[in-house]
T-cell receptor
Framework: GAVVSQHPSWVICKSGTSVKIECRSL??????MFWYRQFPKQSLMLMAT?????????EQGVEKDKFLINHASLTLSTLTVTSAHPEDSSFYIC????????????FGPGTRLTVT | SQQGEEDPQALSIQEGENATMNCSYK?????LQWYRQNSGRGLVHLIL?????REKHSGRLRVTLDTSKKSSSLLITASRAADTASYFC????????????FGKGTKLSVIP
């Protein structure tokens, strides 16, 4: 089946630094990838939609200058949390659609970010 | 924005019993999907039901959809300890959006 990986699986960084999270579709091409954030014991909140070769579309309330998304190829999207603060600590999950005809999204295993 | 609302928020049952989780949503949808998430892990797609379908089965899973009531239910029959996880419904509005809106989830605990 379709597999999505994320790297790193967990990261600890100091306040004020930037962190990059990678999302890869391993065995399919993903024209669209999505980034979600999940706080403890809460549901997933969509942050942005990323289409290959174009700018990401951010959800209301998500700062595009803080959460930089790049979808440079059909198998890779990156999320960079810039100038991270403790309140950015969360579980970040990406998903990918396997082609324009697919309704399913395949989710990565998530990245646990802790900002100290 | 959060659309789906699952109930109950938490459910604890004995192994072998059936587990039923409900989901309500607010706007029109193209399809509704159910996902499972083990603690601290990613999501696993369970089943997708389209807006013109009323019921769907997959193994021990049975999903129903009532678009007039804007609600769906997920039934897991003969539950196993390995079914312990959080279950989320997610709605897809269609119209080329493909953006999923997740409910708050039901935390299921199956006691061996």
């Amino acid at each position: 089946g379709a597999v999505v990986s994320q790297h790193p699986s967990w990261v600890i960084c100091k306040s004020g630094t930037s962190v990059k999270i990678e999302c890869r579709s391993l065995d399919f091409q993903a024209t669209t990838m999505f980034w979600y954030r999940q706080f403890p014991k809460q549901s997933l909140m969509l942050m942005a939609t990323s289409n290959e070769g174009s700018k990401a579309t951010y959800e209301q309330g998500v700062e595009k200058d803080k959460f930089l998304i790049n979808h440079a190829s059909l198998t890779l999207s990156t999320l960079t949390v810039t100038s991270a603060h403790p309140e950015d600590s969360s579980f970040y999950i990406c998903s990918a659609r396997a082609g324009t005809a697919s309704l399913k999204q395949y989710f990565g295993p998530g990245t646990r970010l802790t900002v100290t | 924005s959060q659309q789906g609302e699952e109930d109950p928020q938490a459910l604890s049952i004995q192994e072998g019993e059936n587990a039923t989780m409900n989901c309500s949503y607010k706007t029109s949808i193209n399809n509704l999907q159910w996902y499972r998430q083990n603690s601290g892990r990613g999501l696993v797609h369970l089943i997708l039901i389209r807006s013109n379908e009323r019921e769907k089965h997959s193994g021990r899973l049975r999903v129903t959809l009532d678009t007039s009531k804007k609600s769906s239910s997920l039934l897991i029959t003969a539950s196993r300890a390995a079914d312990t996880a959080s279950y989320f419904c997610a709605t897809d509005p269609g119209a080329g959006s493909y953006q999923l809106t997740f409910g708050k989830g039901t935390k299921l605990s199956v006691i061996p």
